[in-house]
């Protein structure tokens, strides 16, 4: 039954598939690893047509790439730059925080972070909801609920690891590090939050139940890393 079969090659499987869903399909590939996606665009000629799509470079991970490219050639640059401007979440992140925390822009930084947060990015959204609880006033209680949706999703941890590694290896400019939120006239220190004491970071599990206490406490500790860490002058 076998012995006459023709085999089908991989050009012939895709050759009649919608280009959307091969479009989708790659796409997948492209957000889990760069190198599946590289041996995919080999494989037939469907797939390397359809792997320049904007959607394409939206999705990509760009994990295999440094945070903070001190030196890069031509092609990695302009692969980059293309990411970015198709909206891809972690290089819109990752310019952000370089031209927040170093290139003193941080109007135009705050506008990458908010970008990559809208798209889900989880460490956008961490300095997002920092900074504008930094900021206070008006501003503090949409950076309450941002960080308060991090909760939900376990990924506060992964958030600070990250980002600790990330200003580690960034020249930060420290006029931009601040001493965290001031201290709010109407809040105080009556809301008897037990864990405020501590003076590391806290575990979600151990959370209190009061958002503004603790995310005051978060953002005071991640300004210290701000000012301790990387490379910069005051």
């Not at 941002?146 to 420290?174: A, E, F, P, T, Y």
Request: charged share 25%; hydrophobic share 35%; net charge positive.
């Amino acid at each position: 039954m076998t012995k006459g079969r023709r085999k089908t090659n991989s050009h012939e499987f895709f050759k009649n598939f919608p280009k959307d869903l091969l479009t989708e399909v790659l796409a997948r590939v492209a957000s889990a690893s760069f190198s599946d996606l590289f041996t995919a665009k080999l494989s037939c000629k469907e797939f390397l047509e359809v792997a320049s799509e904007n959607y394409i470079f939206e999705q990509i991970t760009l994990e295999k790439f440094p945070v903070i490219p001190w030196r890069i050639s031509h092609d990695a640059s302009s692969f980059l730059d293309r990411c970015k401007e198709n909206g891809n979440p972690e290089a819109l992140f990752r310019q952000g925080m370089v031209e927040y925390f170093s290139s003193k822009k941080p109007v135009s930084g705050f506008q990458y972070l908010k970008n990559a947060a809208e798209k889900g990015h989880a460490e956008a959204t961490y300095v997002c909801g920092i900074i504008l609880v930094c900021y206070g006033g008006q501003f503090k209680q949409e950076g309450l609920e941002l960080l308060s949706s991090l909760k939900s999703s376990k990924s506060i941890r992964q958030c600070r690891n990250k980002l600790k590694g990330i200003v580690r290896s960034m020249w930060i400019d420290k006029s931009e590090a601040g001493i965290g939120p001031a201290e709010p006239k109407s809040h105080g220190r009556t809301c008897n939050c037990s864990k405020f004491t501590k003076r590391g970071w806290i575990d979600e599990e151990d959370f209190p139940t009061c958002d503004s206490c603790i995310w005051d406490h978060e953002a005071t500790l991640f300004c210290n890393i701000l000012r301790t860490s990387g490379f910069g002058i005051s």
